[in-house]
C-alpha cells in the first residue's frame, strides 16, 4: 500500500471519529487541502522553485491551478509547467526570459470533486532576477562620548532579501548578530535586529577602525562583503550642543511580524552626551503616555529600544525624548506588529435537512484583519462579509463546500467547512403531466397530474398565475395509489372560451418544488383577464403575464400611455404574451400597462395592470474608531438613506433583539434614523450589533463590532505569608479584566521592595500556574519581598507587594571548607548561622571541645546579625600544630547545625632537584624532575628558566609555566643550533622555591623557519616573468641555506605549484633571481619561493600575483556586422572577443575599410580607431562596395582580423557624364556621343539629351537608355543647336555635362564618335577598343598598334563597327592603339591606352640573418609589374620534413621565420600574390639555423669519483648552442660487458651522483647527451677510491687479455654473434633477389604484406582476399600513455643525423652503414641518397637486442575472439617487444625466423599535404592512409621486405633493462617500414626530487641527483613536472596531421625532447608535455602482476 493511501486511510478516520461517519453512512468528502500553499513565494531566476498543492477528499480531488480571475493557468514551455502531482513548477530562466504575466502573478489551487471545490488563499508569486549590486558602509559622523549607529547600505531593489549576516572591524573581528536574551547586550558592539551596528560611547580610539558589513541573499544564499569599508569621523566637541537628531522629527511608521524582533532607533547626537526615555501612548491615561517598561525582553541600549520576540500588544505610537543640559528633541515612531492570519470554522462539518436553517460561524485570527468573505464551490457567495453565514432554508443546491476567507493587505487565510444534506428525503418529481391542447366549447375537460417524493408532496393548481380552487365548474380530486405517489385531477365542466389559458401543475414538498405548465386554448373571441395591482422592487426585472383567452389568436402586444412597447432596450415582449422590464426604475416604469388581444377577423381585447414601483432601504454604512474603554459611552447611528416609508427598524446583539432597557436606549430620531446608545460600556457589551430595516420591498442588515478594553480587577489581592522552612508555599494572585489579564510574578533584588526582577521558574521548585506561585521545600533563601503584576495593556495594570518570611532552625549555608594560612602568621576562622534567633554558638577542635582560656592564642566573638549570628575564631601566631579540623555548632530552638573549617599552615616549598633532559629538536627540550616537598601546600605551578648561554640570569631570562602537578614539560619556540641554560623553580600559594642547578642544552637543527624575504616578480616579456627575493632573516636560517624552490602555477588553479630550484648565492649583497620561460600570454601566475638547507625545505613566501606580458588578442571580435546608413555613411557594429582570448587588456579597436576592388592595395585602407562597440565610417564613395575588416588591439599591439564584411553604400545621383561630342550624321541629323560619369553613383538608369536651338529658349529632351551612349537627333533645321546630357539613377537625374553646340551643314565630314581611353584588361581575357566612325560619304579607317599599321591576325580583328578586339591578350599587348578617319571632308583620330594584368613574378628573396630558432629574409619585387601586390607567401620547411607557408602584407619586405629548430637545415622560396593570382616561386635557398650538437668535456672535469659513488658535472657538457634536452647515464664494471641503466632522461644542469659502487674497482661510464641538434655519447674509465679514501693502481694488461679470452670461450655470447652474421649475410642475399625481380612489376600495382608463416607481394584486389576485411583509414595514434615501455636498453654509438626523420627515399640506416664515404647513390625514383662512412661507425655490431612496434590500425580492430591466453601479457594499444635475431641469449635460431605483422599495411598517399605549394616537388615522408586506396607503394616497401621478409621464429622471453619480459605465448608482428629506421629513442624524463607542498615538512636532498636503489627492476622513475602542461592524449587524433603512425609516434616524442619546431601542427608546447607527463603519472597503475605503463615508441 503506497503512501498516498495511508494518507487517506488516516484522514477518513479522523473525519469519522470528528464528523460522525459510519460505514453505513455516506462516506463522500469535500476536498480538504493537506499542503496549502504559502502566500508569498520568492524566488530567484537561477534556482526556480516549486510550489505544491495537495487536497484529499472521497473522491480523490482533482488538483489544478487558476490564476485571480479565474482562468486556468496552463504550461508555459521552460517558464512554467503543472504537474500531474499538483505541483506548480517554475524552472530556472535566464533574465531576458522574464514574462510579467508568469512571474509577478497572483495564482491560486483549487481542488474539485464529486462533493463540492476549494481554493487556496491567495498565492503571489513572484520571481527575482538575480542583479549585480554592492554593499557599501558610509562614514558616520560621531561627537565623542554618543553613540554611534552604522549601517549596512544596497540597493532598494535588493533590500527586501538581503539580512545583515555580520560585521567585521580591521582587525578580522567579526561581530555577529547578539540575542538581547544574552548577557552582550551590555558590550561596545551590538549588532542590531535591524542589522545596524551599534557602538556605544565613542573614544577617539574608534577612529582607527574600519567596519565592513556582510549581508546574506535569503534566495540564493549569497554573501557578499561590503565593497567598502565604513569608519567613525569622531569630532571632539568644543562647546555644549542641544541634540539633534539624524532622522526626521515627524513621525515615523514601521510594521513588523509577530516574533520578530525589531529595533527603533532614535540616533542623536549632543554634548553633553544626551540621556533617551522612550514612552509609549496609552489611551485613557492621565498624561496619555506612560514610560517603556524595560524587561528581559525589552532593552534600551542608549537610544535604541529593542524589542525581542514581539507582540501584538506592543503595537501602538512610541515617543523618543532625548535632552541634555542644553536643549532636548524628540521622535514619535507608530509601531504596528502584524501577527500571522488564520481562520476556522465552526462546525468543520455539518448535516442538514431541507427546509432547516444552517449556521456557519468564522473564528478569525491575526492582525490586522481588514476583510472577511465566504466562498461556496470556490466562488464568493455576494455579500457574505460577516463572521456568521446563515443559511434560513437549506436546499438541494446549498450542499457542498464553504470557505472563510480573511484577508489584509500582505496576506489571506482560510478555513474549509462541509455541508451535507440529511435524512432520506428526496425532492417532488412528476410523474405524468396534461399535453396543451385546443379545444371547442362546451364539453368537460379534465387535466391529470402524478407526483412522487418523500416525503408525499402536494399538487395544486393555477391558471394564469392564479390559483384555482373547488368551485360548481372547476373540481379537483387527488389520489394516493402509493405511500410514495399522488395523483391528481382537474376537472372543468362545460369548458367555455373564457377558461383557455395557461394552466399549471405544481407538486411541492418541505425539501423542493416540481412545477408543469401547458396551455389549454378554447376557440372563441379574444377575451383578456383581470389583472390585479403589481408591485416591484426598483432594480429588480418585472415580468407580466398577459391572461388572455380565445382561439385562434394572431398578435399579443402592450401599451403604455397609448405607445407601444417596447420603447426602450430594458422592455422585451415575448411571443406568448410576457412583458419583461430589466432593472425597473420608479420614475420610468410606474404605472398603467395594458395588454392586447388580436384575432385574425378583426377582433381585439384589451386588460389593464396597474404597476407600482418600491425602492428597499438602503442603510448608511456606520462602524466603531477601534476598541473602547471600560465606562465610555458608545453610540450607533443607523440612518436610512433610500427606501419607501414606512420603516421598520430594530437592534440586535448577536441574535439578541435589543428593546431599549436596561443598559441599552434606542433613540427614534424623525423616520430614517435610530440611535442606539449605551451610556457605560463594559465586558458584558462585546458583540457584534446589527441594525435591521424593513419596508414593503424588502429588508437589509448593517452590523459592526463593539470591542470593550477592561482593566484588570483584583479578584484575589496577595498578602504577606509566612511558612515553615521545607514546607510547600503557595500564593494566590488572580484578576480580570478584558482582554484576560497576564499575571506575572517578581522578587526584589535586596532586602527592600524596588528593583524587582522575573522569578526563575522551573518545574521541580518554583512554578507558577495561572497567577499561583508555588515554592516547594521553601528556604531561608526564599524570604523577601515578592511582587505580583496583572497586566492587558489597558490602564495601568495592577500590583500588589507582600513579604515572605521562612522561620527556620540554625542553618550553615557552608557545610565544610578548607581555610589555609601560612606559618607565623594570624588567622581567624568564621561561621555564620542564619535562622530564629537566639542563636548558641561553641567551637570544637579535632572533634574536642575548645576552651580558650588554655591557651591564650585562642579568640572567641560573637556577633548578632539581623539573619543570625557571627562568631569568630582568631589564632595569633600560627604553628604546624595548629593544623587541625575545627567545628562551629550553632543551636536555637529549632534545632541545631554545624560546619567544618579544615585549616592547613602552609609553607613555601623545597629546591626542585633531579633536572635531566628526556628529548630535543631543534625548537623543542624535553625537561624532567623530581617534585620536591611542597610545603604543606600543592604546588602550584614550576617555572623553568631559560637563557642563551652568553645571556645574563637577571635581564635575558625566558620563563615557562608549568602546572604544578606535572613533573615533565617541554619548552616551545626555541632557536635551532642554539647553547641553552636551563633551571627551575617550584611555586605554591606560599611562594617560590630556591632555583635548581643549572642545565646546559644544545638545540638541534631544523629546516628554515621563514620564508624568503622581498619576493618581487616581473614580466619580461609575454612569456617570461623575472623572480627576484633575498634570503631569508639569519635567525630563520636554522642552518647553511643550500638553496631555493621557485613554484609557480596559474593564479586560478588549484593544482600544486612547479617548482625550480635555485643555488644559493653566497654573496648577501645581492639579490637571488630566476627566469621561468614558456609560460601562457598575459595570464596570472602566482609565484612563491622556499629555501632548504640540508634539513628540508623550509615555509613558503605569499604568493605573489603577476601577470606575464600583454599579447595580441587572437581571436577577432565577434557578431561583426555592417549597414548601409547613407550614400556616404557606414554604420559597424560588434562585441568584443571573449575574454579568454583578449590576452591583454583590451585598449580599443581598429575598423580597417576600403573599396572592395582595392582591398588588397595597403595603401588605400583607411583605419578608424575607436574603443567604442559601434563606430560610423564618414567620407565614403557613393554606391561603392566596401571591404570592412575589424581588429582589437591591446598593450601587446593587434589582435587577429575579423573576416571582412561586405556593405555597398547608398545609391545617389550621378556626376555629370565625362565628355559629350556633337557630330553631324547627315544634313538633317546630329549624333550626339557622352561617356558614362566618373562616379556613377548608383545604376544608371537611363540618360537624357536636351536639345536647344540657339535663338530658342524651347528646350527638348530625349530619354536614353542606360547601355546606350549616343543618340541621333534628326530632323533638323540649318541653325545652330546646343546640346547636354545628364545621367539618372534611382535616386534622380544629375548634373549636367558641359553644352556642345553645332550647326548642320550639307557637308558631312569625318569624324569618330568615341572618345579617348584608358583601357586595363586581365592577363588572357578578350578586349574590344572602340572607334565609332561618322561621315559621308563612309570615312576610311585606320588603327594603329603601337605605332605601327595593324595587320589582322588570329588575335587582332577588325570589326564591322570599327572597333578593334584583340583575343587572350598577352604581356605584349599593353601599350598604346591609335584610330584614324578620313573623308574628303575632314579626317579624326583616337588614341587608347591599354594596360595589361598578369600574376606578379617571382620576387627576389635573399637570406639576412639566422639564430637557433629563426632565419630572416629579404624580399624584392620586379618594378615592371603592373598589377598591385597585395601580398607575398613565404614557404619553408626542414631538410626532411614538409613545406609550410606564412602569407605577409605586400609592404612588409622583410620577415623573420621563427619558432625553428636549433641546428637545422632548412630550405626557403617566396611567391607573390595580385588580383589575377599567385606567381611563380622564387628559386629555394638553402640555409640552416644556428647551434650543433654537444661536445663532451675532459674526464677531469666531469668525474669526481668517491669511495662508493662518483659525481658527474653535467655544466661541463658544452652544448653547442642549442639547449640541452636530457642524457641518460650507464655503467658497468669495466671487466663486465653488461652495462647498467642509471637513468635515461637525466634533466641537464647541476650535478649527478652514481651510487652503490664498490670501493676501489674500476668502472666505465658512458653518457649520452642530447639537444635539439643531436648527441654526443662520451665514455670514461674511472676507478673509485678505497674505503680510507686512497687511490688504486691501474689495472694491467694481462688482465685485459684474461678477460679477452673470457670473453672467446663464453659460448653464449660467441654463438649468438655468429647467428647474427649468417642472418646479415643471407639477408643481404634475399635483399639483392628481391630488388632485381622487383623491376618486374608495376609499382601502381603492389602491395606490401606480411603474414605469420610467409610473405606475399600481390595486387590490391588481393587485399580483401587475403585480410577478409578493408581496415578503417589510418588513424593518428601519438604515444600511449600508460603502457608497458618497451626500449633498446641504450643508445647506438656515433653521431645520427640531427634531423631524425624519417625520409623514404633514402634507405634504412643499415643498409647505410654498408656504403662508403661520400659515395652517391642513386634510387629508383631518381632521388639521391648521401652517406658517408663516418657516420655509422661502429654501430654494424651494435644492433639492439629489442625493438618496440605497434600494429598499425590494430588499436581498434584487434580481433575480439583472441583467446584470453592468447591476450595475457598484451597491453591495450597492442604494442609488441620483439627480439632482434642476433641478441638472442642461447635460443636456437630457426631457419625461418621473420619479423611478423598480421595486420593490414597502410601504405603512403600521394599529395596529401596541402602546405606544399603545386609547383614545388615533393620533398616529405610518407603519409599512411588505407591500402585499398593507395596508389604508389614505393621502391621502401619491397626494400623492407627483401630484407626482413621470408622467415619466421619463435623466440624466448628475454629481459630488456628495465626488467619488462615478453610472452612466450605471442608471436610478435612488426611492420617494415618501422624497422632499422634509425629513429633516436628520447624516452620520456623522470622525476627529480620534489620541494614538498605547502604546509609539510620534508626531508630535502642537496641540490647533486642522486641516484639510488629506490626503483626496483620492473619500475620506472616517475615523469618529472615540466614547464607546462600537455594535454594530448592517445586516442586524441585532433590536430595532428595526416602521416604514417610510425611517423606521428616518432613525431609526438620527439617534440618531447623539443625537437619538434614551435607553432607547427604536430607540435606540442611544453605546457602540453607537462599535461601529459601529468596524465601519464595520473594513470599509471599496476594490474594483473604487470610492471607499471609508461609510453611505447618505435624504433
Same mark, same amino acid.
Given at each position: 500500500m503506497d503512501v498516498h493511501k495511508w494518507i487517506k486511510l488516516v484522514i477518513f478516520g479522523i473525519l469519522s471519529c470528528k464528523f460522525g461517519i459510519t460505514s453505513g453512512d455516506d462516506i463522500t468528502s469535500g476536498p480538504v487541502f493537506l499542503t496549502e500553499p504559502r502566500n508569498r513565494i520568492d524566488f530567484s531566476n537561477t534556482t526556480g522553485t516549486v510550489i505544491e498543492c495537495a487536497a484529499t477528499g472521497n473522491p480523490q480531488p482533482e488538483i489544478i491551478w487558476v490564476l485571480q480571475d479565474g482562468t486556468k493557468v496552463s504550461d508555459v514551455p521552460g517558464l512554467r509547467q503543472v504537474q500531474s502531482s499538483g505541483s506548480l513548477v517554475f524552472p530556472p530562466f535566464r533574465a531576458e526570459d522574464y514574462r510579467q504575466e508568469v512571474h509577478a502573478q497572483t495564482y491560486r489551487c483549487k481542488g474539485t470533486n464529486a462533493v463540492g471545490t476549494i481554493v487556496s488563499r491567495d498565492v503571489q508569486v513572484r520571481a527575482v532576477v538575480s542583479q549585480d549590486y554592492d554593499v557599501d558602509v558610509n562614514k558616520e559622523y560621531v561627537i565623542r562620548g554618543n553613540s554611534a549607529i552604522v549601517k549596512c547600505l544596497y540597493p532598494s531593489f535588493v533590500a527586501e532579501f538581503l539580512v545583515v549576516d555580520s560585521w567585521i572591524s580591521e582587525t578580522e573581528t567579526e561581530f555577529r548578530e547578539v540575542y538581547l536574551a544574552s548577557t552582550n547586550h551590555d558590550s561596545k558592539y551590538l549588532v542590531l535586529p535591524s542589522g545596524e551596528l551599534h557602538i556605544r560611547d565613542v573614544t577617539p580610539e574608534d577612529g582607527f577602525k574600519t567596519f565592513r558589513c556582510r549581508t546574506k541573499h535569503r534566495l540564493t544564499g549569497e554573501t557578499k562583503l561590503s565593497a567598502t569599508a565604513g569608519r567613525l569621523v569622531i569630532t571632539e566637541p568644543i562647546t555644549s550642543s542641544r541634540p539633534k537628531l539624524s532622522m526626521d522629527s515627524e513621525t515615523v511608521t514601521k510594521t513588523k511580524a509577530r516574533t520578530e524582533s525589531f529595533s527603533l532607533l532614535c540616533p542623536g ?31 534600551? %541600549? ?162 394564469? +398565475? ?26 372543468? #365542466?362545460?369548458?367555455?372560451?373564457n377558461d383557455g389559458g395557461l394552466y399549471v401543475c405544481k407538486a411541492s414538498s418541505k425539501v423542493g418544488v416540481s412545477e408543469h405548465s401547458a396551455r389549454q386554448n378554447v376557440y372563441g373571441m379574444p377575451f383578456v383577464k383581470s389583472m390585479e395591482k403589481m408591485s416591484i422592487v426598483a432594480g429588480e426585472t418585472m415580468y407580466i403575464n398577459c391572461p388572455y383567452a380565445g382561439h385562434p389568436i394572431d398578435s399579443i402586444s402592450w401599451e403604455r400611455g397609448g405607445r407601444i412597447l417596447p420603447i426602450n432596450k430594458r422592455q422585451q415582449i415575448y411571443p406568448n404574451g410576457t412583458l419583461v422590464v430589466e432593472g425597473v426604475q420608479r420614475n420610468a416604469d410606474q404605472g398603467s400597462y395594458t395588454c392586447v388581444v388580436k384575432s385574425s377577423p378583426g377582433y381585439s381585447a384589451k386588460g389593464t395592470v396597474e404597476v407600482q414601483v418600491m425602492a428597499p432601504p438602503v442603510i448608511s454604512p456606520f462602524s466603531l474608531d477601534g476598541p473602547s474603554d471600560f465606562g465610555d459611552s458608545v453610540q450607533l447611528n443607523c440612518h436610512i438613506t433610500k427606501g419607501d416609508e414606512p420603516f421598520q427598524i430594530e437592534w440586535f446583539l448577536g441574535k439578541i433583539p435589543l428593546k431599549g432597557t436596561g443598559d441599552y436606549t434606542i433613540s427614534q430620531v424623525g423616520k430614517r434614523t435610530s440611535l442606539l446608545t449605551i451610556s457605560t460600556v463594559s465586558h458584558v457589551h462585546d458583540g457584534v450589533y446589527t441594525c435591521m430595516v424593513?419596508?414593503?420591498? +424588502? ?51 535586596? #532586602? ?101 582560656? #588554655? ?68 625548537? /623543542? ?32 631570562? =625566558? ?30 600559594? /606560599? ?23 622581498? /619576493? ?11 623572480? &627576484? ?65 640540508? %634539513? ?77 562597440? =559601434? ?29 571582412? @564584411? ?18 553631324? &550624321? ?18 544608371i538608369t537611363q540618360y537624357t539629351v536636351y536639345v536647344q536651338e540657339a535663338e530658342r529658349e524651347e528646350i527638348r529632351s530625349h530619354r536614353v537608355p542606360s547601355f546606350q551612349l549616343s543618340f541621333e537627333a534628326s530632323g533638323l533645321k540649318e541653325d545652330r543647336y546646343n546640346f547636354w546630357v545628364t545621367a539618372s539613377t534611382v535616386i534622380g537625374e544629375g548634373e549636367q555635362s558641359k553644352q556642345v553646340s553645332i550647326s548642320p551643314s550639307s557637308r558631312v565630314p569625318a569624324k569618330i564618335a568615341s572618345f579617348d581611353d584608358k583601357f586595363t584588361v586581365n592577363f588572357k581575357d578578350d578586349i574590344k577598343l572602340p572607334c565609332q566612325a561618322v561621315g559621308i560619304p563612309v570615312p576610311e579607317l585606320q588603327w594603329r598598334i603601337k605605332g605601327s599599321a595593324f595587320v589582322p591576325s588570329d588575335r587582332h580583328r577588325l570589326l564591322p563597327d570599327g572597333s578593334l578586339l584583340i583575343r587572350e591578350v598577352s604581356r605584349d599587348d599593353a601599350g598604346e592603339y591609335s584610330c584614324s578617319v578620313e573623308n574628303p571632308y575632314g579626317q579624326d583620330t583616337i588614341s587608347h591606352i591599354l594596360t595589361v594584368h598578369a600574376p606578379p613574378s617571382p620576387p627576389a628573396v635573399s637570406l639576412t640573418s639566422s639564430t637557433t630558432s629563426s632565419i630572416s629574409i629579404k624580399l624584392k619585387p620586379k618594378k615592371e609589374e603592373t598589377a598591385p601586390i597585395y601580398s607575398y607567401i613565404v614557404h619553408y620547411k626542414p631538410e626532411f620534413g614538409e613545406w609550410e607557408q606564412i602569407q605577409i602584407a605586400n609592404s612588409q619586405l622583410e620577415y623573420t621565420v621563427e619558432g625553428l629548430q636549433c641546428g637545422q637545415k632548412y630550405q626557403l622560396y617566396a611567391s607573390a600574390q595580385n588580383t589575377i593570382g599567385t606567381g611563380e616561386g622564387s628559386e629555394i635557398i638553402h640555409t640552416r639555423t644556428k647551434g650543433s650538437g654537444p661536445t663532451k668535456p675532459e674526464a677531469s672535469k666531469f668525474l669526481e669519483p668517491s669511495s662508493n659513488s662518483v659525481t658527474l658535472h653535467l655544466g661541463t657538457f658544452s652544448d653547442g648552442g642549442c639547449p640541452m634536452l636530457y642524457f641518460v647515464v650507464e655503467y658497468k664494471i669495466r671487466s663486465s660487458s653488461d652495462w647498467t641503466l642509471v637513468t635515461n632522461s637525466l634533466k641537464p644542469g647541476g650535478n649527478f651522483v652514481v651510487l652503490d659502487l664498490a670501493p676501489g674497482s674500476w668502472y666505465n661510464l658512458k653518457v649520452t647527451a642530447h639537444n635539439n641538434a643531436g648527441f654526443a655519447v662520451a665514455e670514461y674509465e674511472f676507478a673509485t677510491l678505497t674505503v680510507t679514501g686512497a687511490t688504486i693502481a691501474p689495472a694491467s694488461d694481462s688482465a685485459n687479455n684474461e678477460e679477452i679470452l673470457k670473453l672467446l670461450m663464453n659460448l653464449n655470447l660467441i654463438v649468438p654473434i655468429c647467428a647474427a652474421i649468417l642472418v646479415i649475410i643471407a639477408a643481404i642475399v634475399v635483399i639483392i633477389v628481391l630488388k632485381r625481380s622487383n623491376n618486374h612489376y608495376p609499382k601502381d600495382d603492389m602491395v606490401y604484406s606480411q603474414s605469420v608463416n610467409h610473405s606475399t607481394l600481390g595486387k590490391q584486389n588481393q587485399l580483401r582476399d587475403e585480410l577478409g576485411y578493408i581496415p578503417p583509414p589510418n588513424r593518428k595514434l601519438p604515444p600511449v600513455p600508460g603502457n608497458n615501455y618497451n626500449t633498446v636498453d641504450r643508445i647506438k654509438r656515433g653521431t645520427l643525423r640531427s634531423h631524425a626523420t624519417w625520409n623514404p627515399r633514402q634507405k634504412h640506416m643499415y643498409e647505410e652503414l654498408a656504403l662508403e664515404k661520400g659515395t652517391l647513390r642513386t634510387l629508383p625514383d631518381g632521388s639521391h641518397l648521401y652517406a658517408r662512412a663516418?657516420?655509422?661507425?661502429? &654501430? ?29 601479457? &598484451? ?94 605465448? @605471442? ?88 625537437? @619538434? ?39
Open positions: 547626537q549632543a554634548y553633553p552626551p544626551p540621556v533617551y526615555r522612550w514612552y509609549k501612548f496609552i489611551d485613557g491615561q492621565v498624561g496619555g503616555k506612560l514610560p517603556v517598561k524595560l524587561d528581559d525582553r525589552v532593552k534600551q %541600549v542608549s537610544g535604541t529600544l529593542i524589542i525581542r520576540d514581539a507582540k501584538v500588544g506592543d503595537s501602538g505610537k512610541y515617543l523618543c525624548v532625548v535632552n541634555n543640559s542644553v536643549g532636548g528633541e524628540s521622535v514619535e515612531t507608530i509601531l504596528t506588529v502584524t501577527a500571522p492570519l488564520s481562520a476556522s470554522v465552526e462546525p468543520a462539518s455539518q448535516t442538514a435537512e431541507y427546509g432547516r436553517p444552517a449556521v456557519f460561524t468564522c473564528n478569525p485570527e491575526g492582525n490586522p484583519i481588514k476583510s472577511l468573505s465566504w466562498y461556496k464551490d470556490g466562488k464568493a457567495l455576494p455579500g457574505a462579509n460577516e463572521s456568521v453565514l446563515k443559511i434560513e432554508s437549506v436546499k438541494k443546491d446549498d450542499k457542498g463546500m464553504y470557505q472563510c476567507f480573511v484577508r489584509n493587505d500582505h496576506e489571506s487565510a482560510q478555513f474549509t467547512a462541509e455541508l451535507k444534506l440529511g435524512g432520506k428525503f428526496d425532492p417532488p418529481q412528476l410523474l405524468s403531466t396534461f399535453p396543451e391542447r385546443t379545444i371547442q366549447p362546451g364539453p368537460t375537460v379534465s387535466l391529470k397530474c402524478s407526483a412522487s417524493g418523500n416525503p408525499l408532496p402536494e399538487i395544486t393548481w393555477e391558471i394564469d +398565475g392564479k390559483r384555482i380552487t373547488n368551485t360548481d365548474r372547476y373540481q379537483i380530486n387527488q389520489l394516493t395509489p402509493s405511500a410514495s405517489e399522488v395523483v391528481s385531477f382537474l376537472n372543468i #365542466s362545460s369548458i367555455t372560451t424593513t419596508n414593503d420591498a +424588502g429588508t437589509v442588515f448593517h452590523s459592526t463590532s463593539l470591542a470593550v478594553n477592561v482593566p484588570p480587577r483584583w479578584i484575589i489581592e496577595p498578602t504577606d505569608k509566612a511558612f515553615a522552612q521545607g514546607s510547600e508555599a503557595k500564593i494566590e494572585c488572580k484578576a480580570d479584566g478584558f482582554p484576560k489579564p497576564t499575571l506575572s510574578w517578581k522578587r526584589a533584588t535586596g #532586602s527592600t521592595p524596588g528593583d524587582y526582577r522575573d522569578i526563575k521558574t522551573n518545574s521541580g521548585t518554583v512554578r507558577v500556574e495561572d497567577g499561583t506561585l508555588t515554592m516547594s521545600n521553601i528556604q531561608k533563601s526564599s524570604e523577601g519581598y515578592y511582587l505580583c503584576e496583572a497586566s492587558n495593556g489597558i490602564g495601568a495594570g495592577l500590583s500588589a507587594v507582600i513579604y515572605v518570611s521562612v522561620q527556620a532552625p540554625p542553618h550553615f549555608e557552608i557545610k565544610f571548607r578548607n581555610q589555609t594560612a601560612r606559618r607565623n602568621e594570624p588567622v581567624v576562622l568564621q561561621c555564620e548561622a542564619k535562622g530564629e534567633k537566639p542563636i548558641g554558638i561553641l567551637w570544637n577542635m579535632n572533634n574536642k571541645r575548645l576552651e580558650p582560656k #588554655s591557651d591564650n592564642r585562642y579568640t572567641i566573638r560573637e556577633e548578632i546579625l539581623q539573619s543570625g549570628v557571627m562568631s569568630d575564631l582568631s589564632i595569633r601566631k600560627l604553628d604546624r600544630s595548629d593544623s587541625a579540623l575545627y567545628t562551629c555548632v550553632a543551636t536555637n530552638a529549632f534545632g541545631s547545625d554545624d560546619t567544618s573549617i579544615n585549616l592547613i599552615v602552609q609553607e613555601v616549598p623545597e629546591t626542585p632537584s633531579g633536572l635531566k633532559v628526556l628529548d630535543k629538536s631543534g625548537r /623543542v627540550v624535553q625537561l624532567q624532575w623530581t617534585a620536591p616537598y611542597d610545603g604543606n601546600a600543592p604546588i602550584t605551578r614550576y617555572l623553568i628558566e631559560y637563557k642563551l648561554i652568553k645571556g645574563d640570569w637577571n635581564n635575558d631570562i =625566558e620563563r615557562v609555566l608549568v602546572p604544578g602537578s606535572a613533573t615533565v614539560a617541554g619548552v616551545y619556540n626555541l632557536r635551532p643550533s642554539t647553547n641553552y641554560h636551563f633551571r627551575l623553580i617550584a611555586e605554591n600559594e /606560599v611562594g617560590a622555591s630556591e632555583p635548581s642547578s643549572t642545565v646546559t642544552i644544545v638545540t638541534a637543527e631544523e629546516v628554515p623557519s621563514g620564508p624568503p624575504r622581498g /619576493v618581487k616578480v616581473e614580466a619580461l616579456d609575454q612569456s617570461t616573468l623575472k623572480v &627576484m627575493w633575498k634570503p631569508p632573516s639569519r635567525e630563520h636560517w636554522n642552518g647553511d641555506i643550500l638553496g631555493y624552490y621557485v613554484g609557480y602555477k596559474l593564479g586560478s588553479s588549484d593544482k600544486p605549484f612547479l617548482f625550480e630550484t635555485v643555488e644559493f648565492n653566497r654573496d648577501h649583497s645581492k639579490e637571488h633571481s630566476l627566469q621561468i620561460n614558456n609560460l601562457k600570454t598575459y595570464t596570472e601566475y602566482s609565484v612563491v619561493v622556499q629555501a632548504f638547507n640540508k %634539513v628540508g625545505a623550509g615555509p613558503m613566501s605569499e604568493e605573489v600575483i603577476q601577470f606575464t606580458g600583454e599579447g595580441t588578442p587572437d581571436q577577432p571580435p565577434q557578431d561583426f556586422t555592417c549597414a548601409t546608413l547613407t550614400s556616404t555613411t557606414i554604420g559597424v557594429s560588434w562585441s568584443s572577443p571573449p575574454l579568454a582570448n583578449a590576452n591583454g587588456v583590451i585598449k580599443g579597436y581598429k575598423v580597417i575599410y576600403a573599396p572592395a576592388k582595392l582591398w588588397f592595395d595597403e595603401a588605400s585602407k583607411d583605419t578608424k580607431i575607436t574603443s567604442q562597440s =559601434e563606430t560610423v565610417l564618414h567620407g565614403l564613395k557613393k554606391y561603392t562596395n566596401y571591404s570592412i575588416t575589424i581588429l582589437a588591439y591591446t598593450g601587446g599591439g593587434d589582435g587577429v582580423k575579423a573576416t571582412p @564584411m561586405h556593405c555597398y553604400t547608398e545609391q545617389d545621383v550621378p556626376d555629370a557624364p565625362q565628355s559629350v561630342k556633337a557630330l553631324q &550624321m547627315s544634313p538633317e541629323s546630329i549624333l550626339i556621343s557622352w561617356l558614362s560619369p566618373e562616379y556613377p553613383n548608383g545604376i663516418g657516420d655509422f661507425a661502429g &654501430m654494424e655490431d651494435e644492433i639492439a637486442p629489442y625493438a618496440t612496434f605497434h600494429l598499425l590500425g590494430f588499436r581498434e580492430e584487434m580481433d575480439p575472439g583472441l583467446p584470453s591466453g592468447q591476450m595475457q601479457g &598484451m597491453n591495450p594499444q597492442q604494442f609488441q617487444t620483439m627480439p632482434h635475431s642476433s641478441g638472442m641469449n642461447g635460443g636456437q635460431m630457426d631457419s625461418n625466423f621473420i619479423h611478423q605483422r598480421n595486420a593490414s599495411q597502410s601504405m603512403p598517399r600521394q599529395q596529401a599535404h596541402l602546405a606544399v605549394a603545386p609547383q614545388r616537388p615533393a620533398d616529405f615522408g610518407p603519409q599512411y592512409d588505407d591500402p585499398a586506396n593507395c596508389e604508389d607503394p614505393g621502391y621502401q616497401y619491397a626494400q623492407t621486405q627483401s630484407q626482413y621478409g621470408g622467415q619466421s621464429v619463435t623466440y624466448d622471453q628475454p629481459s630488456d633493462a628495465y626488467g619488462t619480459r615478453s610472452n612466450p605465448s @605471442m608471436r610478435r608482428s612488426v611492420g617494415g617500414p618501422a624497422a632499422g629506421t634509425g629513429r633516436m629513442i628520447l624516452p620520456p624524463y623522470p622525476e627529480p626530487p620534489a620541494p614538498p607542498t605547502r604546509g609539510i615538512s620534508q626531508q630535502q636532498p642537496t641540490n647533486n641527483y642522486v641516484n639510488s636503489s629506490m626503483y626496483s627492476s620492473n619500475q620506472f622513475p616517475p615523469p618529472p613536472p615540466s614547464t607546462a602542461d600537455l594535454s594530448t592524449s592517445s586516442n586524441n587524433d585532433s590536430g595532428i596531421t595526416e602521416g604514417s603512425e610510425p611517423d606521428n609516434d616518432r613525431d609526438q616524442l620527439i617534440n618531447r625532447g623539443g625537437l @619538434m619546431k614551435p607553432g607547427s601542427r604536430d607540435a606540442l608546447t611544453t605546457e602540453e608535455m607537462r599535461k601529459l607527463i601529468e596524465k601519464n603519472e595520473a594513470s599509471n597503475h599496476v594490474g594483473n602482476g604487470l610492471t607499471a605503463m609508461y609510453d611505447t615508441v618505435n624504433v
